[in-house]
C-alpha cells in the first residue's frame, strides 16, 4: 500500500487546484455581480435626486415665487429688496453610490467536505476503541478479583489442592502414556 500514498497526495493536491481555480472564477463573478448592483442603485438614487431637484426648481422659478408672495399678502418688491427672498429650497442632485454586500455565497469544496467526513469517522473510530477498552479494562478487573477469591478459597481447602495435584499427575502421565503409544 505503499502506492497509495503518492496516489492520495496527488488527488488532494488536483482537488485543491480545481477548488482554487472555482473559488477564484466564483470571486470574480461577485465582484461583477457587486458593481452592477452597486451601479443600478447608484443610478436609482441618483434619478430620485434628479426628480426632486426638477421639481425645487419648478417650486423656484421666479413666476411661481412672486404669485406665492402675493397669495401670502407680501409685497413681492419688498422681499426681493435684500436680494432674494427666503423661499427658495436647497440644493441639486447628487450622485452616491451606495454599496451593499450581494456575493454570492462560497462554493461548497467536495474535497473539504470529504476531509471532514473522514476526520468524524476517524473521532467515532477513537471512541469506539476507548470504550471497547474500558470494557476490556472492566471485564479484567472482575476476572481479577474472581481468581484472587478461588486463590484464597483454596487456600483455605486443603482437599482442593490434593485434587489438584492429583488432577495434574493424571494429566502428566496421560501425556506420557501417550507418548509411549505413539511410539510403538
Known amino acids: 500500500m ?3 500514498n503518492p496516489i492520495s497526495a ?3 493536491a488536483i482537488g485543491s487546484i480545481i477548488g482554487s481555480i472555482g473559488q477564484k472564477r466564483r470571486d470574480r463573478l461577485n465582484q461583477q455581480r457587486q458593481h452592477e448592483y452597486n451601479k443600478e442603485l ?3 438614487s441618483f434619478d430620485k435626486n434628479k426628480e426632486m ?5 419648478q417650486y423656484n422659478i421666479p413666476k411661481a415665487q412672486m404669485q406665492r408672495l402675493k397669495d401670502a ?5 419688498m ?6 427672498p427666503q423661499n427658495v429650497s436647497g440644493a441639486g442632485p447628487t450622485y452616491n453610490q451606495e454599496t451593499t454586500d450581494q456575493t454570492l455565497p462560497t462554493a461548497i469544496n467536495p474535497l473539504d467536505m470529504l ?12 471512541i469506539d476503541l476507548t470504550q471497547r477498552q474500558v470494557e476490556t479494562q472492566e471485564k479484567e478487573t472482575k476476572l481479577k478479583e474472581i481468581q484472587g477469591d478461588l486463590t484464597a478459597k483454596r487456600r483455605k481447602n486443603p482437599y482442593v489442592t490434593q485434587l489438584e495435584k492429583k488432577d495434574q499427575l493424571n494429566k502428566k502421565y496421560e501425556k506420557e502414556l501417550q507418548i509411549l503409544n505413539s511410539q510403538t
Request: proline residues 3%; neutral net charge; hydrophobic residues 30%.
Open 2 to 4: 505503499e502506492w497509495a
Open 73 to 77: 399678502g407680501i409685497n413681492p418688491h
Open 115 to 126: 476531509g471532514q467526513y473522514q476526520s468524524v469517522k476517524q473521532q467515532n473510530a477513537s
Open 10 to 12: 496527488g488527488v488532494g
Open 42 to 44: 447608484a443610478q436609482f
Open 53 to 57: 431637484w426638477d421639481l425645487q426648481n
Open 79 to 84: 422681499a426681493y429688496a435684500k436680494g432674494t
